[in-house]
């Protein structure tokens, strides 16, 4: 009787059962500290559990968001440099939901990938703790999957789950009216939107990751991955203290379409571009490759992360709560009659 060949396992299919687990413990530690009022149950499960009562709602309203952190993670596959793409995929989600006046209360990540690398992900996942624990929200679950064939070469995809409360009738925008002061939150950078652009800009300046960045300290690679601001904590405050119609996260399409989003149909905007100084990563991207004004305030934050769209009275109030909750805040415009974005100055 002659012997028989082992059968094929998942493993040797590219599916590493045990490096999912090992990750999972690996990253439990990561979700613990995350862990806030409301929170009733570890990783590991079918499903997380969350308990609306114990996070202090009488009446909540729900509000969810999804996101992730698009070809920006070409640079971090690239460079090697991915920790800092786990706090943008919780920025971009709950910096969506307190534009609704939520309050995030838990996250759940997934993670993609061709062959789990278990530092890899534990970077990413440590970032996505961070984030979390930054904003106040607990991070109660996600999905690793390994996908050979769909993935190769150290690539993996990202997308991010929020959800968030408020109490019922506290939704934003509301009150919107002519005349309220516009109140710019200062970008970090680039955050995570327009990286398309942006490594097409690189391309053509024949810059390499590790070259030193013409803009600021540091390889190029590295400055374009700082992480995208979290303001939740700032903008909560600002809300709570009153005078807050709307708050609007400026991403893809630039302060030239998220700041209608959240003006009613017969509101536009007066911009004064001299309120606040381009910085010097967005300069170099438009000298570099020539992008015009109009095309820069469609594409990037140029500058501004968030707006909120403040009773006239309460601005200069507002102001000092958000500065001395760490933002640097620039007073860019007013709600104006008419629907439509008008731009006074320059950047550039």
Known sequence: MTG??????????????????????????AARRTSRPGTMSGLGGFGALFDLKAAGYVDPVLVAATDGVGTKLRIAIETGN????GIDLVAMCVNDLVCQGAEPLFFLDYFATGKLDLDQASAVIEGIATGCALSGCALIGGETAEMPGMYHGGDFDLAGFAVGAMERGADLPAGVAAGDVLLGLASAGVHSNGYSLVRKVVEMSGLGWNDPAPFGEGPLGAALLTPTRLYVKSALAAVRAGGVHALAHITGGGLTENLPRVLPDDLGADIDLNAWALPPVFRWLAETAGIEQAELLKTFNAGIGMVLAVQADRAAALVALLEQAGETVFTIGTVTPGAGMRYSGKLL
């Open 4 to 29: 028989q060949k082992n059968g094929l396992t998942y493993a040797d299919a590219g599916v590493d059962i045990d490096a999912g687990n090992a990750l999972v413990e690996r990253i439990k530690p």
């Open 82 to 85: 991915v920790g800092g793409v």
